[in-house]
């Protein structure tokens, strides 16, 4: 005897199917950047049949997170996304706070300065400006993500972690890291030891951009729990001992004035 779903069945298990299907979508127009995908660049990469691809694709253009591309038969993100973006990246107004903050640094000091939040295990890039003397990065753009452990925004996030979750966090990355950033385990712990001691991060050593330096100090809430991180990149020819103490004392002052700014806002409850 065949037994039949019912229609209750059939609803609950195409339902989570659908979701799924179009997150695929987007991450697949993701990766084609600005030129976005085509029919055949979905097809190839998904595993579902083109009836269901075209259904998804006109659906996702209604709601504004696709939009086609100037190029014929081409998809991109659309302008929706950015808008969720905006808002996912300004948990508790930190991203808001920040911003006209991180401007301030670089215009004043010259160098790059970004916000960094935690994204499970890894961290995510909320806010950059550049200043007179913009250097590279392990993440290119707003939303650009590195392992924890990477960089020394991720020192700052990890070092004020509960201990079993900052170990667990690196035994996942451990793999990632030593493989596609050399960078080892007990280097990263020996940083957060640095962190502890001196209030502020430095990164890993001799990882896949020799040529910068990198600073950064961790956004606390009222009990200690890391919200994000406020990190500065620039050429190492430009960290001297002097301008080394004046952007770790500057950005302690706007770290601070942004927490009092916050009246309770980044505290979490």
Do not use: W
């Not at 030129?35 to 694709?57: E, K, M, N, Q």
Request: net charge neutral.
């Amino acid at each position: 005897m065949i037994k039949t779903m019912s229609t209750y069945e059939q609803s609950h298990r195409a339902g989570p199917a659908t979701l799924i299907h179009a997150m695929q979508i987007l991450k697949v127009t993701a990766q084609g950047g600005h030129r976005g995908a085509s029919i055949d660049d979905y097809l190839t990469a998904l595993d579902f049949s083109r009836p269901t691809l075209y259904r998804l694709l006109k659906s996702l253009k209604q709601q504004g997170y696709l939009r086609s591309s100037p190029v014929r038969g081409r998809y991109l993100l659309g302008y929706e996304l950015l808008v969720l973006g905006a808002q996912a990246g300004n948990g508790a107004g930190l991203r808001d706070l920040s911003r006209p903050r991180l401007l301030a640094l670089a215009q004043r000091l010259g160098d790059s300065f970004y916000l960094f939040a935690q994204d499970g295990v890894n961290a995510v890039c909320l806010e950059v400006q550049n200043g007179a003397y913009p250097v590279g990065s392990f993440v290119r753009a707003t939303g650009g993500r590195v392992p924890l452990g990477v960089g020394q925004a991720s020192i700052a996030l990890l070092a004020y972690l509960p201990v079993e979750e900052q170990q667990d966090i690196l035994s996942r990355n451990a793999e990632t890291l030593l493989n596609e950033y050399g960078i080892s385990i007990a280097a990263v712990n020996v940083e957060i030891t640095h962190l502890k001691e001196h209030g502020f991060a430095r990164g890993v050593e001799g990882s896949l951009l020799p040529e910068y330096a990198g600073l950064a100090i961790p956004i606390l809430d009222h009990s200690g729990h890391p919200l994000g991180a406020m990190s500065c990149s620039m050429l190492k020819s430009r960290m001297t001992d002097t301008h080394r103490k004046e952007v770790l004392e500057n950005m302690h002052s706007e770290v601070r004035e942004m927490i009092d700014q916050a009246h309770g806002l980044l505290y979490l409850e």
